[in-house]
């Protein structure tokens, strides 16, 4: 039985983000965003589109790229003041 997580994630700002499945690192640049209104968020929405793609079966390259999708876009619209 294995016990806890089967992916670790981490992002890292305009440096994209690495995961790790217990046997291998993976990297991921950012998907530039048109422009940058607030950068709050970014991490959560990464995450989100990250989760997203586990659930919808695609493999750790393509849940990497969705969330930096999702964070590219909240950063380009989220105006939380």
Known sequence: QVLGPRVAVATLGEKGSIAYDGERFYECGIVPAEKVVNTVGAG????AGF???????????????????????????FEPY
């Open 44 to 47: 959560d929405s990464y995450i």
């Open 51 to 77: 989760t997203k793609g586990v659930i919808d079966g695609l493999d750790i390259p393509a849940c990497m790229k969705a969330g930096a999708e999702l964070s590219s876009r909240v950063i380009g619209s």
